[in-house]
């Protein structure tokens, strides 16, 4: 079973930055698109990121492009989101997510494997 633990979450103020981290226990990262999702209060769950295992394909939802930074170093077997220009609205918790499946998606149903998230609080 496959257990995915995500860190770097916290409090920080409009325009500031975070980095988020994710890596699994269990297993490797070997072959899988990896993705973070994001959920606010009373919203539903929303794909933030999403990249390949080789690297090459990436995805950004449009609220976060230009802003946000997903990159996967599989020598560690970690995926990070690197989170710039953070607005009160970016609050959330932000879930880190595995796919194993041969193709590429940033679609949540289909990613297998879950973290149990980290909170993001963009806020003066």
């Known amino acids: 079973q496959v257990q995915l633990v995500e860190s770097g979450g916290g409090l920080v103020q409009p325009g500031g930055s975070l980095r988020l981290s994710c890596a699994p226990s269990?297993?490797?990262?070997?072959?899988?698109?990896m993705g973070w999702f994001r959920q606010a209060p009373g919203k539903e769950r929303e794909s933030v990121a999403a990249?390949?295992?080789?690297?090459?394909?990436?995805y950004y939802a449009d609220f976060v492009k230009g802003r946000f930074t997903i990159s996967r170093d599989n020598a560690k077997n970690t995926v990070y989101l690197q989170m710039n220009s953070l607005k009160p609205e970016d609050t959330a918790v932000y879930y880190c997510?595995?796919?194993?499946?041969?193709?590429?998606?940033?679609?949540?149903?289909?990613?297998?494997?879950w973290g149990q998230g980290t909170q993001v609080t963009v806020s003066s």
């Open positions: 269990g297993r490797t990262f070997s072959g899988s698109t």
């Open positions: 990249i390949s295992w080789s690297g090459g394909n990436t």
């Open positions: 997510a595995a796919d194993f499946s041969t193709k590429f998606s940033w679609v949540g149903y289909e990613y297998d494997y």
